[in-house]
């Protein structure tokens, strides 16, 4: 139980954390917030916690990783929550990025395509009392039953941007995904202008865990 206790230092870290990240670019107030405000050391094995306020990537059991919080930062400020807004996450992980996007008021959908790693995260949610919509499976195909959003945001590094996502967006709707080969990808943030016109931005120099499932790698 001693590990949603969050203390002095920990806050310290964390404040050094957003200042570290606001120095590399992060921009978005409420972003920095929601960072500010989450103890990422919640996420962590007991082993590791001395690691959290670090802008790197760690182990979070099943070969997967708790993302780096400028990757989360970076990701999040491109998705541009609103209060409200339905998001779909592929990649639930630690479930950390889902509860950033929780904080900024968006009502969460997300998927996870280790089994463990779900029920771990779902059990250890519950405890934290943060409340999102939590599905186990492949989320390459996005989560029809629930679409469309007004966001995506995938968190695993894909060969190619899967068409159901796109589909699942709502017009003027955002994904962010990032695409490239396995050991480096690009961001790429797609704006849906309409059914066919959609903005494609592209921002390089990010390292993820491979995307897998039908439209990941093999
Ligand atoms: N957002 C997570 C980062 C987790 S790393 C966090 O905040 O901790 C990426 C995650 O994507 C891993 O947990 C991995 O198991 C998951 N993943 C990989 N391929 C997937 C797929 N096809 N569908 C859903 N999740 C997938």
Do not use: C
């Not at 961001?187 to 990941?216: C, H, N, Q, Y």
């Amino acid at each position: 139980m001693l590990k949603l206790e969050d203390t002095y230092l920990h806050k310290g870290k964390r404040r050094a954390l957003v200042a570290e990240l606001r120095a590399k670019g992060i921009k978005s107030e409420r972003v920095l917030e929601a960072i500010n405000n989450l103890p990422r050391h919640f996420f962590f094995d007991s082993a590791l916690i001395s690691h959290a306020y670090e802008d790197k990537a760690f182990p979070i059991g099943e070969g997967q990783t708790i993302s780096q919080p400028y990757t989360v930062a970076f990701q999040t400020e491109l998705l541009d929550i609103k209060s409200g807004e339905k998001v779909l996450e592929i990649g639930t992980g630690s479930g950390y990025q889902g509860t950033i996007l929780h904080l900024l008021g968006a009502e969460v959908f997300t998927i996870e395509y280790q089994k463990k790693l779900f029920e771990n995260t779902q059990r250890f949610l519950k405890r934290l009392g943060v409340e999102l919509h939590l599905f186990y499976g492949d989320g390459t195909g996005g989560l029809p039953q629930h679409a469309p959003y007004d966001k995506i945001i995938v968190t695993a590094g894909a060969p190619v941007v899967p068409e159901a996502l796109i589909q699942q967006l709502k017009i003027g709707g955002i994904l962010v995904i990032p695409v490239g080969d396995r050991k480096r990808q690009a961001m790429v943030k797609i704006t849906k202008k309409s059914a066919k016109d959609i903005i494609r931005e592209e921002f390089d120099g990010f390292a993820f865990v491979p995307l897998l499932g039908k439209e990941g790698w093999k």
